[in-house]
Protein backbone atom coordinates (compact mmCIF):
# COMPACT_ATOMS: atom_id res chain seq x y z
CA UNK A 1 0.00 0.00 0.00
CA UNK A 2 2.78 2.53 -1.02
CA UNK A 3 -0.17 4.23 -3.17
CA UNK A 4 -1.71 5.51 0.15
CA UNK A 5 1.79 7.08 1.17
CA UNK A 6 2.35 8.71 -1.82
CA UNK A 7 1.35 12.49 -2.34
CA UNK A 8 0.20 12.82 -5.62
CA UNK A 9 -2.72 10.12 -4.48
CA UNK A 10 -3.75 12.58 -1.81
CA UNK A 11 -3.99 15.60 -4.21
CA UNK A 12 -6.01 13.66 -6.68
CA UNK A 13 -7.77 12.64 -3.89
CA UNK A 14 -8.64 16.36 -2.94
CA UNK A 15 -8.79 17.68 -6.30
CA UNK A 16 -11.64 14.82 -6.95
CA UNK A 17 -13.17 15.45 -3.55
CA UNK A 18 -13.48 18.97 -4.56
CA UNK A 19 -15.39 18.87 -7.55
CA UNK A 20 -17.56 16.36 -5.66
CA UNK A 21 -18.29 18.84 -3.18
CA UNK A 22 -18.21 21.96 -5.75
CA UNK A 23 -20.64 20.07 -7.84
CA UNK A 24 -22.83 19.57 -4.87
CA UNK A 25 -22.96 22.97 -3.78
CA UNK A 26 -23.74 24.61 -7.52
CA UNK A 27 -27.07 21.63 -7.52
CA UNK A 28 -28.37 22.55 -4.05
CA UNK A 29 -27.77 26.30 -5.08
CA UNK A 30 -29.93 25.95 -8.39
CA UNK A 31 -32.12 24.63 -6.45
CA UNK A 32 -32.60 26.73 -4.20
CA UNK A 33 -32.81 29.77 -5.93
CA UNK A 34 -35.63 28.56 -8.26
CA UNK A 35 -37.43 27.81 -5.35
CA UNK A 36 -37.07 31.12 -4.16
CA UNK A 37 -38.03 33.01 -7.35
CA UNK A 38 -41.15 30.56 -7.42
CA UNK A 39 -42.01 31.32 -4.46
CA UNK A 40 -41.59 35.30 -5.24
CA UNK A 41 -43.45 34.85 -8.20
CA UNK A 42 -46.87 33.32 -6.33
CA UNK A 43 -46.44 36.13 -3.87
CA UNK A 44 -46.53 38.65 -6.51
CA UNK A 45 -42.59 39.81 -6.26
CA UNK A 46 -41.70 43.18 -6.34
CA UNK A 47 -44.16 44.33 -8.91
CA UNK A 48 -47.28 43.63 -6.42
CA UNK A 49 -46.66 47.10 -4.79
CA UNK A 50 -45.79 49.24 -7.84
CA UNK A 51 -49.56 47.32 -9.06
CA UNK A 52 -50.95 48.32 -5.74
CA UNK A 53 -49.56 51.78 -5.42
CA UNK A 54 -50.48 52.26 -9.62
CA UNK A 55 -53.99 51.13 -8.64
CA UNK A 56 -54.23 53.57 -5.94
CA UNK A 57 -53.06 56.72 -7.97
CA UNK A 58 -55.82 55.72 -10.72
CA UNK A 59 -58.73 55.86 -8.38
CA UNK A 60 -57.46 59.34 -7.73
CA UNK A 61 -56.97 60.32 -11.19
CA UNK A 62 -60.36 58.85 -11.75
CA UNK A 63 -61.89 60.78 -8.87
CA UNK A 64 -60.20 64.11 -9.84
CA UNK A 65 -61.64 63.36 -13.60
CA UNK A 66 -65.32 63.08 -11.97
CA UNK A 67 -65.09 66.05 -10.54
CA UNK A 68 -63.79 67.76 -13.39
CA UNK A 69 -66.61 66.73 -15.38
CA UNK A 70 -69.85 67.69 -12.87
CA UNK A 71 -67.94 71.41 -12.72
CA UNK A 72 -67.91 70.99 -16.73
CA UNK A 73 -71.82 70.02 -16.46
CA UNK A 74 -72.70 73.10 -14.56
CA UNK A 75 -70.77 74.83 -16.92
CA UNK A 76 -72.54 73.38 -19.69
CA UNK A 77 -76.33 73.54 -18.26
CA UNK A 78 -75.56 77.58 -17.15
CA UNK A 79 -74.63 78.15 -21.14
CA UNK A 80 -77.53 76.35 -21.99
CA UNK A 81 -79.58 78.33 -19.81
CA UNK A 82 -78.91 81.49 -21.46
CA UNK A 83 -81.46 83.14 -23.38
Given at each position: MDFLNSGWFWIAVIIVAGIIYTTIERVTSSSNKTKRYIAE???????????????????????????????????????????
Open positions: VQSGGPYKKVADDAAALNAQVLAKLDDVEKRLAVIEKTLTDIP
